[in-house]
Nanobody, 124 residues
Framework: QVQLVETGGGLVQAGGSLRLSCAAS????????MAWFRQAPGKERSFVAT????????RYSDSVKGRFTISRDNAKNTMYLQMNSLKPEDTAVYYC?????????????????WGQGTQVTVSS
């Protein structure tokens, strides 16, 4: 089975930057669309960004567009989320997800594999 491991979370001040990584074990990583979701205490898990299998298509939630950048390196079986201009409202556990499809999706249900999550805390 595919295993996903998120790293790079931590505590930063508002306006700062952080880069999350998601390392995948699957041999078919290059055929999987990927996404980032996040969940803050007392809130529903929400969509952050998604990327197609080749990296040719990316989509972002309105709340992060212009500040976050999703990317992937299929040769390294790794997906990234570069987060700039961080705000306290970005504080959440960030989850990496993969689906057995080349097409990006902003919905949770199509994703087949999920990581354990990594905590991002932004202080004001």
């Amino acid at each position: 089975q595919v295993q996903l491991v998120e790293t790079g979370g931590g505590l930063v001040q508002a306006g700062g930057s952080l880069r999350l990584s998601c390392a995948a074990s699957g041999r078919a990583f290059s055929a999987y669309a990927m996404a980032w979701f996040r969940q803050a205490p007392g809130k529903e898990r929400s969509f952050v960004a998604t990327i197609s299998a080749t990296g040719g298509e990316t989509r972002y939630s309105d709340s992060v567009k212009g500040r976050f950048t999703i990317s992937r390196d299929n040769a390294k079986n790794t997906m990234y989320l570069q987060m700039n201009s961080l705000k306290p409202e970005d504080t959440a556990v960030y989850y990496c997800a993969a689906r057995r499809s080349v097409y990006a999706s902003h919905l949770e249900s199509p994703y087949d594999y999920w990581g354990q999550g990594t905590q991002v805390t932004v202080s004001s």
